[in-house]
């Protein structure tokens, strides 16, 4: 039995509370006496070619991250579709919180391609799940090159648990069989069953090695980005090793569910971890502003002009999600 929304609400309200105060609390300590005239002197000293080089860097992210989700999915979407919805899904996660860019990722694919939702959401499991893998590279890499303690072993714990529970999908029907059954809800068990069968299937070796390769170069790709923002339109000159450490603690903190575009939380964990390195809070929160600038901003743009067109709204993400558990295998729910 699904619980109702009026004993849904409570909880509801507790959530948002939760992250609220979360959000506000970390922007209390990143703005927490700043400096103005320094951020705008940081500012100031930015350099117009490569900031506009920068922008640039920023579609050709979104572009491999286009390239990967159409190899996530095969020839069943084109790459300007996949492109679309990797974009489309940021810029809802930017503008909305609960994560609904993936659900409204989904349901665009639904809309444009012959791809269910329950196959879409296992292609953005595999895509999410990638992404985990490279951050923990990436902060394992950042602890060796630096020397700092580096708070990566519970991720790395949490993603060897999850391995194995895939390993254990894929090997062994009776997981398989059990897993669905722990799901509380009918509706979603039913959903659960549904996944399972679809991840399954395309958990291919050669599915598996694509998808390290190609995750691979987009983290690569993300994080030379970040070193070209922070050393050459700044101008910081900053080391290798502090760049990866700063890299790798912005990217854990988005694993955190809290405002839209991780609003607070991103500037807190910039300002913390350039103050490892003896990096001012202004020069921070002017890093942060500049990847918001050239890597957040476009998809925002891009979505805010297609939402009317795609009706991608909260109602319609809610409306979508609610077909979906009812009835999995129907088409174009919330259109």
Request: aromatic share 10%; hydrophobic share 55%.
């Amino acid at each position: 039995m699904n619980p109702s929304p009026a004993a849904s609400l409570p909880r509801r309200l507790l959530s948002l509370t939760l992250r609220l105060c979360l959000a506000g609390a970390c922007l209390i300590y990143a703005l927490w006496d700043l400096d103005l005239q320094r951020a705008a002197e940081t500012l100031a000293a930015f350099r117009g070619l490569p900031l506009f080089l920068s922008l640039l860097l920023g579609l050709y992210l979104s572009l491999i991250q286009g390239v990967r989700f159409r190899a996530i999915t095969g020839p069943r979407a084109t790459l300007t579709q996949a492109t679309l919805a990797c974009v489309l899904g940021n810029g809802l996660n930017n503008i909305f919180p609960a994560r609904l860019g993936e659900l409204g990722k989904a349901l665009y694919l639904k809309r444009h391609t012959s791809i269910p939702m329950r196959e879409s959401l296992g292609f953005i499991f595999w895509e999410r799940f990638a992404d985990l893998n490279m951050i923990l590279a990436l902060a394992a890499l950042a602890s060796l090159v630096s020397g700092k303690r580096f708070v990566w072993l519970p991720l790395a714990l949490t993603l060897a648990g999850i391995w194995l529970s895939v390993a254990a999908v894929l090997l062994l029907p009776a997981a398989r069989g059990l897993l669905p059954r722990l799901v509380p809800f009918p509706s979603l068990r039913r959903v659960c069953a549904d996944m399972l069968d679809h991840f399954v299937k395309i958990s291919t070796p050669r599915f598996l090695l694509l998808l390290v390769l190609l995750s691979a170069l987009t983290w690569v790709s993300f994080t030379a980005t970040f070193i070209f923002n922070t050393n050459t339109v700044m101008g910081l000159n900053a080391g290798l090793d502090a760049l990866l450490v700063i890299y790798a603690a912005t990217s854990l903190s988005f694993l955190i569910p809290s405002s839209p575009g991780g609003l607070g939380l991103f500037e807190a964990a910039m300002v913390f971890s350039f103050a490892w390195f003896g990096l001012g809070r202004e020069q921070a929160l002017v890093a942060a502003l500049l990847l918001r600038l050239t890597q957040n901003m476009p998809t925002v743009i891009v979505t805010v002009l297609l939402l009317g067109k795609e009706h991608l709204g909260p109602r319609a993400l809610k409306e979508a999600f609610q077909a979906f558990r009812s009835a999995p295998d129907s088409e174009n729910p919330a259109n």
